[in-house]
């Protein structure tokens, strides 16, 4: 009895003082075809082993770097979708520690200096904010792989251009978190700048997470990092799992350790991998070799930003007048809506004119629910073949010699109904719809069925 009623108490304060506070981090490889100091190949998924490097890449003395370009201005795009500031002076440093994956025992990344700060993210039907800290840009690392005792290196990673995008601990729930992560994936692949493949690890995600004790002000005393999860639905479970894991630690009076975990599958749950007490004192200092980067305000305002997720949903539910649901699934990919807007509308709207009929005005919406439900939002979808797709939509094509006989003949068959109808039961005269569309096997439209039977019957 006792320890059903603690338990009782226990879920009761969780779910009413404790607040969760989380913050993201996130790595996106860029896909650029070369690495961001050297000309090497990156983006080489399948490829053998340490068969797309370089002196520069493999950190051999006396290699220099040279800074990427593209991936420059791709970072500065991703920034921009993102509302950032970017800084027109911004520099890379050298981040020290020692790691088998680091062939120089540094990584070239940003840290006081990035390309930029200050961005927001709103996601949602309505418009819930999400703070960016910054956005930066740095080299990817080499990838480790354990068997057995032994550790097996493949450089062909390292050098990958990699920008780390950096939220503020704004999310106090998961679902949000989740929310927040589909929508940058989304916008990510609109830019055209990553793959974003989480299966590939072109796309990883790193939360930090603590929990704010009942009428804590500030900020709680320490953070757990979860380190490189795969799938917005284990970053979710992750969460879920540390928060229920905090709190139990605050019930008993305790601080939770301030930690690196790992994420484990299999029980959806986490596991310690390094404490604070490891914890690496990087010793950041400008990159000699690698001149300051200075952009001009024109530089920054000439790299475009297409017409984002969130504004095309706007404009579809605004003017061409589709349900935001709808308009939601359309754009999760910018080559669905793409092939919504300039291909399948035209092409059906051509069809129905070519049949010398009139194009409906809620022509958006129809081919919405036609591309949803049946073309399941395959924008490789042929519409060579599109004529069931055109009648589907069409109103229907009455047979006014038809109709005429199927109406008399109606009325002759429910002589009782008809009566009724003349006798003032305005109801009768839905029945006698019914029948005569049934008869017509739908090949009819119900509005002009229901006049003419009216006209009939008076
Ligand atoms: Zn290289
Ligand atoms: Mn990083």
């Known amino acids: 009895m006792t320890l059903l009623k603690r338990e009782w108490i226990t879920i009761k304060i969780n779910m009413n003082n404790y607040t969760p506070v989380v913050g993201l981090e996130i790595h996106v490889e860029l896909k650029t075809e070369t690495g961001m100091f050297c000309q090497c190949n990156v983006g080489q998924f399948k490829a053998d082993p340490n068969t797309h490097v370089c002196p520069v890449c493999l950190g051999l003395p006396g290699a220099l770097p040279v800074p990427n370009k593209k991936a420059i201005e791709w970072t500065i795009k991703i920034a921009k979708a993102l509302n950032c500031m970017i800084n027109t002076h911004s520099k890379f440093d050298r981040k020290h520690y020692s790691y088998p994956d680091l062939p120089k025992g540094y990584q070239i990344s940003q840290y006081d200096e990035p390309i930029a700060v200050n961005g927001y993210l709103e996601i949602g039907e309505n418009r819930k904010k999400f703070r960016i800290h910054r956005v930066h840009l740095e080299e990817d690392t080499g990838k480790l792989l354990h068997v057995g005792s032994e550790t097996l290196v493949d450089f062909n990673r390292s050098g990958t251009p990699l920008v780390e995008i950096v939220t503020e601990p704004d999310f106090d729930n998961s679902e949000d978190v989740k929310n927040?992560?589909?929508?940058?994936?989304?916008?990510?692949?609109?830019?055209?700048?990553?793959?974003?493949?989480?299966?590939?690890?072109?796309?990883?995600?790193?939360?930090?997470?603590?929990?704010?004790?009942?009428?804590?002000?500030?900020?709680?005393?320490?953070?757990?990092?979860?380190?490189?999860?795969?799938?917005?639905?284990?970053?979710?479970?992750?969460?879920?799992?540390?928060?229920?894991?905090?709190?139990?630690?605050?019930?008993?009076?305790?601080?939770?350790?301030?930690?690196?975990?790992?994420?484990?599958?299999?029980?959806?749950?986490?596991?310690?991998?390094?404490?604070?007490?490891?914890?690496?004192?990087?010793?950041?200092?400008?990159?000699?070799?690698?001149?300051?980067?200075?952009?001009?305000?024109?530089?920054?305002?000439?790299?475009?930003?297409?017409?984002?997720?969130?504004?095309?949903?706007?404009?579809?539910?605004?003017?061409?007048?589709?349900?935001?649901?709808?308009?939601?699934?359309?754009?999760?990919?910018?080559?669905?809506?793409?092939?919504?807007?300039?291909?399948?509308?035209?092409?059906?709207?051509?069809?129905?004119?070519?049949?010398?009929?009139?194009?409906?005005?809620?022509?958006?919406?129809?081919?919405?629910?036609?591309?949803?439900?049946?073309?399941?939002?395959?924008?490789?979808?042929?519409?060579?073949?599109?004529?069931?797709?055109?009648?589907?939509?069409?109103?229907?094509?009455?047979?006014?010699?038809?109709?005429?006989?199927?109406?008399?003949?109606?009325?002759?068959?429910?002589?009782?109904?008809?009566?009724?109808?003349?006798?003032?039961?305005?109801?009768?005269?839905?029945?006698?719809?019914?029948?005569?569309m049934r008869e017509m096997k739908g090949r009819a439209d119900a509005t002009i069925v229901k006049a003419k039977l009216i006209e009939k019957l008076k």
């Open 180 to 436: 927040f992560l589909e929508e940058l994936h989304t916008i990510i692949r609109y830019l055209d700048v990553s793959d974003a493949d989480m299966e590939k690890g072109t796309m990883r995600l790193e939360p930090n997470i603590s929990v704010k004790k009942p009428n804590q002000s500030g900020l709680p005393p320490y953070k757990v990092e979860v380190k490189n999860i795969n799938s917005f639905n284990f970053v979710k479970r992750a969460i879920d799992f540390e928060v229920d894991r905090h709190i139990e630690l605050l019930e008993r009076g305790e601080t939770p350790i301030q930690e690196t975990r790992g994420y484990v599958e299999k029980t959806s749950s986490t596991v310690s991998q390094r404490s604070k007490e490891e914890a690496h004192d990087y010793r950041y200092f400008p990159d000699p070799d690698i001149p300051p980067l200075e952009f001009t305000q024109k530089y920054i305002e000439e790299i475009e930003v297409p017409e984002l997720p969130h504004k095309k949903i706007r404009r579809f539910v605004e003017k061409l007048g589709i349900k935001y649901r709808d308009a939601f699934l359309i754009t999760r990919g910018k080559k669905s809506a793409d092939f919504f807007e300039t291909t399948l509308v035209p092409t059906i709207a051509k069809k129905i004119q070519e049949q010398k009929q009139k194009v409906p005005t809620n022509i958006h919406q129809l081919v919405a629910n036609l591309f949803i439900n049946k073309l399941k939002l395959n924008a490789d979808a042929d519409v060579s073949d599109i004529d069931q797709l055109v009648i589907s939509i069409l109103p229907k094509k009455t047979d006014e010699k038809l109709l005429q006989e199927t109406i008399a003949k109606v009325i002759d068959a429910n002589k009782n109904a008809a009566g009724d109808f003349k006798a003032g039961k305005q109801n009768a005269i839905m029945f006698l719809v019914g029948q005569v």
